[in-house]
């Protein structure tokens, strides 16, 4: 049943307070003020929980590229940033091509100065904006959909995680939402300025398409659909006007690559040559012999591995036709059209024109699906919740998930079918039978909060673990002890080789330079000059890189350098001066540094 603007609806029998509704509420006919709030209750769950995800497990830097990013951001803050290609012709640098990612972050510098929170800050926002959009789209006329996608799109482990790290992803993924509702809201008749909603449409994948070019994920869609109106002659405005627009804007950034690198395609031709730089590990040469693994079921085992399975059910839920009492939303349609596109795409599509090669299967890579697939899955809830009907066959599917993977993400899929056969056994259960009955608010504040709850869990453990990268600790070590004098050498792992200069926020004293612990023989002091080593035993110990990158021990390093003396300590962090084993200061004793006294605050 609906519920019409102005009308005050409640359950009098009950004793429910009747409210008055603005919008539609298409899914249950008494509502109550508890189950209107249910949408503000989640985002401010979601905001709240990234906000303190952000500040506490924070990493610093990760890898390469956000190091790249933040780099170029201090360039165009200073100038000093240019967009002509690669001298060297080697052409495998595509992240100097999305300016959305680095520039907002230029303008952060600007405002707040340059340190780890104001370039992450970023990422973070386009994060908590995508639960804002999903709480403006559907908050009055689906608001168990509304809160069921923004808990399960905002605290998905690795939307969270991504947040904290300066990647594209999650920008990408909130110019994708705000691209998708767009082309949503811009047909929805009637529409009085489709015009508008055309031309916004079109800014917004462009702007995406600054950002990182996987919005082509939609595009098989957005042809589709292309197709589908102008059959049936519906829309034509909108679609003029994005196509219009869209084209000005294509043909702009087609002409700025043909005047800095005399190719127009410039983008296009990095990103090929960046697949050929990269074949070794990608399914060009390097997996070759897993394609076939790849293409049926390693996509099923990474989806459901990495916590997505719940969001996959219910939206499987919310595509079963409806019965003859149901009528399933237009809407939930569009977003499990969108969804089984890009997901299509993400399965069988190829990063590259010239030769298949498929997309890798790494989390981060799947954040295009995430807003169709959530907003999906939310309709399938707010079914679930309506009506009851299918939950005995969406728990067992979900303890069988637990039971295979058998590992920490078992906890989420177990927990959420335990609950799917609770709401099953409603009837024998005394005294819940009322609060887990199909159509009450009860039911839909329970489904959520339980969701809420074991999504948490993952993110709240990573949360209280030890830091995996002494970032803080190694700042403040940083900024008390090492800034230039007196000058002299500092010796580091081979992971913080490529980033120390972040920590003097990109202007390293001319005094000091940084050389790897495999270097300490070839080291030549000047006069008056000291050497130091850091050691960061977090960094050593971090599984990631001792994979590939460190291939020493803390232990292995400090007995290269057995005359040393601490002379700060911050955690897991360690400074200590050393004496480089040369012919002429064999026998020289350790001089204390001044600047070096004391430990970290």
């Known amino acids: 049943m609906t519920a019409k603007v102005g009308r005050r609806i409640g359950n009098r029998k009950s004793g429910l307070p009747t409210v008055q509704v603005s919008g539609e509420c298409g899914c249950f006919a008494g509502v109550n003020r508890s189950f209107l709030r249910l949408p503000h209750f989640a985002l401010l769950g979601v905001v709240l929980f990234t906000t303190v995800f952000f500040w ?73 904006g995508c639960a804002g959009l999903l709480w403006a789209l559907y908050r009055r006329r689906h608001p168990v959909t509304a809160a069921g996608a923004m808990l399960l799109l905002g605290l998905h482990y690795f939307t969270l995680n991504l947040a904290t790290y300066l990647y594209p992803d999650n920008i990408l993924m909130f110019w994708c939402l705000a691209s998708a509702a767009a082309l949503l809201q811009g047909r929805r008749p009637p529409q009085t300025r489709p015009a508008a909603w055309g031309a916004g449409f079109a800014v917004l994948n462009f702007a995406a398409l600054l950002s990182k070019e996987t919005i082509a994920y939609y595009l098989p869609f957005y042809l589709l659909l292309l197709g589908r109106d102008v059959w049936r002659r519906q829309h034509l405005r909108f679609w003029f006007s994005a196509l219009l627009v869209g084209g000005a804007l294509l043909a702009g950034l087609l002409l700025f690559y043909q005047h800095y690198t005399h190719d127009a395609l410039y983008r296009l031709h990095l990103i090929e040559n960046t697949n050929a730089f990269l074949s070794e590990g990608n399914y060009l040469s390097g997996n070759r012999a897993s394609l076939v693994a790849r293409l049926t079921w390693q996509p099923v085992a990474f989806l459901v591995g990495s916590g997505l399975g719940v969001a996959f059910l219910l939206a499987a839920w919310a595509a079963v036709p409806a019965s003859s009492t149901e009528q399933g939303p237009n809407d939930a349609r569009y977003w499990l059209a969108l969804g089984g596109c890009t997901l299509a795409f993400y399965w069988w599509g190829s990063t590259s024109l010239a030769h298949y090669n498929p997309i890798s299967l790494l989390p981060r890579m799947t954040t295009p699906l995430l807003p169709p697939l959530c907003l999906a899955a939310g309709f399938g809830l707010e079914r679930l919740v309506r009506s009851g009907r299918g939950a005995g066959l969406l728990g067992g599917l979900l303890l069988g998930s637990a039971a295979w993977l058998h590992n920490g993400v078992s906890l989420l899929y177990g927990g959420m079918g335990l609950f799917c056969l609770l709401l099953t056994s409603r009837q024998q259960l005394r005294g819940f039978s009322r609060w887990l009955a199909p159509g009450s608010a009860s039911l839909a504040v329970g489904a959520t909060a339980v969701l809420g709850a074991l999504l948490v869990v993952r993110p709240a453990y990573i949360m209280l ?55 300490r023989d070839s080291v030549q002091l000047g006069p008056g000059q000291h050497a130091w080593l850091l050691l960061n035993r977090s960094i050593l110990s971090n599984d990631e890189l001792t994979r590939k990158l460190i291939r020493y021990s803390p232990d292995s390093v400090l007995s290269w350098f057995p005359r040393r003396r601490l002379l700060a300590q911050d955690g897991t962090v360690e400074l200590y001066q050393v004496s480089l084993s040369t012919p002429a200061q064999e026998n020289r004793p350790l001089e204390p540094a001044q600047h070096a006294q004391g430990s970290a605050q």
């Open 56 to 128: 506490l497990a924070h990493e610093g830097l990760y890898a390469l590229d956000d190091y790249y990013y933040a780099r170029y951001a201090h360039q165009l803050l200073t100038g000093a940033f240019r967009v002509e290609p690669d001298p060297l012709g080697l052409l495998h640098d595509p992240l100097k091509e999305r300016p959305l990612i680095f520039g907002p972050v230029a303008l952060l510098y600007r405002l707040f100065g340059i340190s780890i929170i104001t370039t992450t800050l970023w990422p973070l926002l386009a994060t908590l």
């Open 465 to 519: 673990k030890p830091t995996n990268s002494a970032h803080f600790a190694q700042q403040r070590l940083i900024q008390h002890h090492l800034q230039g004098k007196p000058g002299g050498v500092v010796l580091v792992d081979d992971y913080l080789i490529g980033n120390y200069d972040f920590f003097y926020d990109f202007r390293v004293p001319t005094t000091l330079s940084y050389r790897r612990y495999w270097a």
